[in-house]
């Protein structure tokens, strides 16, 4: 059964979004719900369906989530923004070095992942649509920055999983 959409948005995600202080929430916001309601049918999957890696509402994979430390969060002048993301990993479940174990915490806590993935498209190269209900232009997004282009998904599968899920 997925999550309630207004729930995750005003308990989750509008707080995390409110907590990190990054450019176009509004955007963001959109964009954020469009990707769970894509990528997981808002939490029917917390596994990627097939066995593969990607893991939560999300669907981000560990691979994923390690390339948003090393090569964006870990620099020092990032440690503010490392702080506000880290902020939200939970004491458990944790890791073989007795620390928070991130790629498990993608599956089992919401606030993370979502802090993670809007992370993902914060580092995405090209502007965020301007107008945050310009539906064709959050999927466009998605499929560039997100799915990848030579990833699965569609605009298509993703414009119809918003208003599916959504609408």
């Not at 458990?92 to 498209?121: E, F, H, W």
């Not at 502007?127 to 298509?156: E, F, I, M, R």
Request: proline share 7%; glycine share 8%.
């Amino acid at each position: 059964m997925p999550i309630n959409k207004d729930q995750l948005r005003t308990l989750i995600v509008q707080p995390v979004l409110a907590v990190l202080d990054l450019p176009a929430p509004d955007v963001a916001e959109n964009l954020l719900m469009g990707t769970a309601a894509h990528e997981s049918h808002l939490g029917d999957y917390i596994q990627q369906v097939g066995g593969g890696p990607a893991l939560g509402i999300y669907q981000m994979e560990p691979a994923t989530l390690n390339d948003c430390y090393v090569n964006y969060l870990d620099y020092s002048t990032r440690a503010a923004l490392k702080a506000k993301v880290d902020g939200f990993l939970a004491a458990q479940p944790v890791g073989s070095d007795g620390k928070p174990d991130k790629s498990a915490q993608l599956a089992t806590n919401l606030a993370y992942a979502t802090a993670m993935c809007r992370i993902r498209y914060y580092r995405a190269p090209g502007a965020l649509p301007s107008d945050p209900n310009d539906l064709n232009g959050l999927a466009a997004y998605w499929k560039q920055y997100y799915n990848t282009p030579l990833g699965a998904g569609t605009v298509d599968q993703f414009i119809a999983d918003y208003n599916r899920f959504l609408g």
